[in-house]
């Protein structure tokens, strides 16, 4: 059973930092692909970050610069490091996975980022 499961969100002035983790377990991590996600109240839920098995990386224009997705197979956790945080990245975070072999999708639950200004 995949179970992806995020922490890290938190409540943080304008221009901090904050790193969201998502704990994968039951699948292959290694060879499986991630995202990040963001939703604001009211908005529709768009990507923000996205990693593949192999380590290439794509991100919003919005995060570019600021934002930097990563992965350790040795801890199976995916990483969303966000510098320079501005008020409008204040979302639900949610991550993403894409399984390599039948190329099903899974979701967190969620984590909610705060920026106030």
């Known amino acids: 059973q995949v179970q992806l499961v995020e922490s890290g969100g938190g409540l943080v002035q304008a221009g901090g930092s904050l790193r969201l983790s998502c704990a994968a377990s039951g699948s292959a991590f290694a060879l499986n692909a991630f995202d990040w996600y963001r939703q604001a109240p009211g908005k529709q839920r768009d990507l923000v970050a996205s990693?593949?098995?192999?380590?290439?990386?794509n991100y919003a224009d919005s995060v570019k610069g600021r934002f930097t997705i990563s992965r350790n197979s040795a801890k199976d956790t995916v990483y969303l490091q966000m510098d320079s945080l501005k008020p409008e990245d204040t979302a639900v975070y949610y991550c993403?996975?894409?399984?390599?072999?039948?190329?099903?999708?899974?979701w967190g639950e969620g984590t909610q980022v705060t920026v106030s200004s």
């Open positions: 993403h996975m894409t399984r390599w072999f039948d190329r099903n999708t899974y």
């Open positions: 990693i593949s098995d192999g380590g290439t990386t």
